[in-house]
């Protein structure tokens, strides 16, 4: 009795398992973003970059942090190597390289989906101007595809990996054959945030480029 009790234990062990090995992987990639794109308003984290071309010898790694408020506020800030920050208030995007002293701004309809920044925070970007398709997946990431509508986009090739309907790693191509890989490290959802981190004030004797007078 015992050894027919712990065979039917033992099958019954299996057929659960399959059942969860079955429903995470219907869990696609697109099923992954749209969840995420429906459930999450509020994010932030931490992440480390690489960025290869054809014209530099080794990849540029950098890390940061990031936060976004959907539709369109971010803030994205690089740490190490060199200290960039990046601003979105839902109207215009501020870019400050602190070594250089200086500020570009644009537009938010202009800057949508030049950044990975942008592309996470935007009022469903990715829908609007890319098509999506299922990705090949890996051992721990499903992915999404992304090619552009249009020809006019920053970046040719857009992957991104989820794990738990949470982007965990997203692979950029832009026109100029650059590629940027992206693993967020740390990613929490809805946090709360404070409104004071989507504004950007000029720094003292920093030089604008782009809309001088935005505000």
Aim: aromatic residues 10%; charged residues 20%; positive net charge.
């Amino acid at each position: 009795m015992q050894k027919l009790l712990r065979s039917a234990a033992l099958r019954s062990l299996v057929i659960a398992q399959a059942f969860i090995g079955s429903t995470w992987a219907a869990a696609s990639g697109l099923d992954q973003l749209h969840s995420f794109l429906n459930d999450t308003k509020t994010a932030k984290g931490t992440f480390k970059q690489s960025v290869a071309s054809k014209t530099r010898p080794a990849p540029q790694n950098s890390t940061g942090t990031f936060a976004f408020l959907r539709p369109g506020k971010f803030r994205w800030t690089y740490d190490k190597p060199f200290e960039q920050l990046i601003v979105g208030n839902g109207t215009r995007v501020w870019v400050y390289d602190r070594d250089l002293n200086q500020v570009v701004v644009r537009k938010l309809d202009v800057a949508l989906g030049a950044t990975p920044a942008a592309l996470l925070a935007g009022d469903n970007a990715l829908e609007k101007n890319f098509d999506l398709t299922a990705g090949v997946s890996n051992d721990t990431l499903e992915f999404v595809e992304a090619t552009p509508k249009t020809s006019e986009s920053q970046f040719t090739r857009v992957r991104i990996g989820f794990r738990d309907n949470l982007p965990r790693r997203m692979e950029l191509t832009d026109a100029f054959g650059q590629s940027t890989t992206l693993d967020f490290v740390t990613i929490e959802r809805n946090p709360t945030l404070a409104a004071t981190l989507f504004r950007f004030d000029v720094p003292a004797g920093a030089d604008v480029v782009g809309e001088q007078a935005a505000k």
